[in-house]
């Protein structure tokens, strides 16, 4: 089982690395891949099961862009492959047509989905979020400068229970093609909800069932989960 972790010493904000972290506790025999930012991605010439990408600024988000765009095929084969793909936080927003950051900056993205973001420094959103992917209860936060624009119906991850989805008049939040997952929301994503956690462990195949410390997670979890669907708990 080989996982590769994009750009981790820069692609890390909002605890994000802590995805990893956890990952790696609860798949100890794993193969894990380093790649910096200055590096060739592995998986352009090499199998693997698992890609991750967490959250940087929105100067990085450029340069990730310009990093990746050169294996935007590769990245495409992976994706019709099955081979799971994680994003989390900003940079979601690679996977869209074109990224504007105002004042005509506006430069093109990998162009997975058919949609157009637009970056509004001023104005950023937090808020909490509770979601639902498949059967499960996804639970998270938000805190953007970004929206993306476009009918992405099909093709999303999560329907919106409470909080914003791709943009503050979506009910439908992130990104899902095969095995491709990419969401805004942060946390982060995966010690947060250790029943998603389990689904990518299954989807990798891991002999074990469970997840790093499994019954603290779940109660962390739940109690969360009780918080989230609570009409009087404030999501703003």
């Known amino acids: 089982m080989i996982i590769e972790i994009l750009y981790g010493e820069v692609c890390n904000l909002f605890g994000d690395s802590g995805n990893i972290s956890y990952l790696k506790a609860s798949l100890p025999d794993a193969t894990w891949i380093n790649t910096g930012l200055n590096d060739k991605p592995y998986f352009a010439d090499n199998e693997v099961d698992m890609v991750y ?64 973001a637009k970056v509004e420094f001023k104005n950023r959103h937090n808020s909490l979020f509770l979601g639902k992917f498949m059967d499960m209860d996804i639970v998270g936060f938000n805190s953007r400068f970004s929206h993306a624009y476009g009918d992405i119906s099909g093709k999303e991850f999560m329907k919106v229970e409470r909080g914003i989805g791709i943009n503050r008049d979506s009910k439908l939040d992130g990104i899902r093609i095969n095995n491709l997952y990419a969401t805004h929301i942060i946390g982060p994503l995966l010690p947060l909800n250790p029943p998603f956690t389990k689904y990518i462990m299954g989807l990798l195949g891991a002999k074990s069932p469970e997840v790093a410390f499994e019954e603290a997670s779940y109660e962390a979890y739940n109690q969360r989960l009780k918080e989230y669907k609570d009409p009087n708990t404030q999501l703003n």
Do not use: H
């Open 53 to 116: 990408l967490g959250s940087g600024t929105e100067s990085i988000q450029k340069r990730v862009v310009e990093k990746l765009l050169p294996f935007k095929d590769r990245i495409k084969t992976l994706i019709d492959e099955g081979k799971i793909i994680l994003i989390t936080g900003n940079m979601t927003d690679i996977l869209c047509k074109t990224i504007d950051y105002g004042d005509g900056n506006k430069i093109d993205a990998l162009g997975i989905v058919d949609l157009d």
